[in-house]
């Protein structure tokens, strides 16, 4: 939540009157960022952590819950991208890194708010940011396959606690105007020769705001017959 897509969610959720617990490495960023919402209408509370990792996934939860008393709403929207690099010459460093934040690391809080949402009785609301890049080929493998994962556990999830009134909805965007290219490794040559094809078909960018207001509308329950949906919100990019 200290920038970008997460920032963008945090801001609307809050100004919809909101308590939002806001989870990063930046703890910096985040008092910042409550800094500049404190006159609400909703509420935020900083959480620092790496949500690649287990124990910061059930941390953030468990936070929430001491703070606030419930749990209704996880939205999983970090994530890091790959550096275009095809199967060929992909490293096992870069295959656990994006597997482990983009999918594993929501995985494990999926499974902590499943466990919260069926002790409290009343159903609950899982929002994962997916990508575009699940289905179609906007990256590196290592991206392209972690998405995908995170896709399909949105879909079994909702499948499997429907029952519960438990929904479980994804966001597929495309290009979006955020901080990841300047932090992105070096582009393989040969991936990115294939990927920068699909660059002629691209609209113009999305803003943060973009992604977020799709947020808000599958954490209402104006979408409350919603699930098991992945939104794709990308200008219409991926209808090639």
């Not at 404190?38 to 935020?44: Q, R």
């Not at 289905?135 to 995908?148: F, I």
């Not at 519960?164 to 990115?192: H, S, Y």
């Not at 599958?218 to 990019?237: H, M, P, R, Y």
């Amino acid at each position: 939540a200290s920038a970008g897509m997460g920032q963008a969610m945090a801001e609307v959720f809050v100004k919809e009157g909101a308590k939002v617990v806001a989870v990063a490495r930046r703890k910096e960023r985040l008092d910042a960022l409550v800094d500049s919402l404190k006159e609400g209408p909703g509420e935020i509370t900083a959480y620092a952590g790496d949500v690649g990792k287990r124990e910061d996934n059930e941390g953030m939860i468990d936070f929430s819950v001491k703070t606030y008393g419930r749990l209704d709403v996880l939205v999983n929207n970090a994530g890091i991208m790959d550096d275009n690099t095809a199967i060929g010459d992909v490293s096992d460093e870069m295959i656990e890194k994006l597997m482990q934040v983009d999918a594993i690391g929501p995985m494990y809080a999926m499974r902590k708010a499943v466990q919260v949402f069926l002790d409290q009785g009343d159903g609950g609301n899982i929002i994962n940011t997916c990508s575009v890049g699940a289905m179609h080929q906007t990256a590196g493998v290592a991206y392209c396959a972690a998405k995908a994962a995170l896709t399909a556990a949105t879909k079994n999830t909702a499948f499997m606690y429907m029952e519960q009134g438990i929904r479980c909805n994804g966001i597929a965007p495309g290009g979006v105007i955020t901080d990841i290219p300047l932090v992105m490794p070096a582009a393989n040559e040969f991936g990115f020769s294939r990927t920068s094809k699909l660059l002629d078909f691209s609209p113009e960018l999305g803003m943060p705001e973009d992604i977020a207001n799709a947020a808000l509308f599958l954490a209402s329950d104006e979408s409350k017959f919603v699930n098991g949906v992945i939104l794709t919100c990308d200008g219409g990019w991926t209808n090639l």
